[in-house]
């Protein structure tokens, strides 16, 4: 069996996918569930190193103050 995730453009299909339940031909797991979005942290933590993070951190000051030097 195949399992899908789909997503209901217009109200109507809604029925169309209670009808196609009631005929046995699908079986509806969840109704209404939300997708979540990773935090931004969350998703990207660990992809630098600490020693990565301090330099990014440096070049960014240094840029930072060169634009503040023009």
Do not use: C
Not at 31 to 60: A, C, F, R
Request: hydrophobic share 35%; glycine share 4%; proline share 1%.
């Amino acid at each position: 069996m195949d399992t899908m995730l789909i997503q209901l453009t217009n109200q109507k299909a809604a029925g169309l996918i209670h009808e196609l339940e009631e005929l046995q031909l699908i079986k509806v797991l969840q109704e209404n569930v939300e997708t979540v979005k990773p935090k931004l942290s969350d998703k990207y933590k660990g992809i630098l190193s600490k020693d990565e993070g301090q330099k990014l951190n440096e070049h960014i000051k240094k840029m930072r103050s060169e634009w503040n030097s023009i």
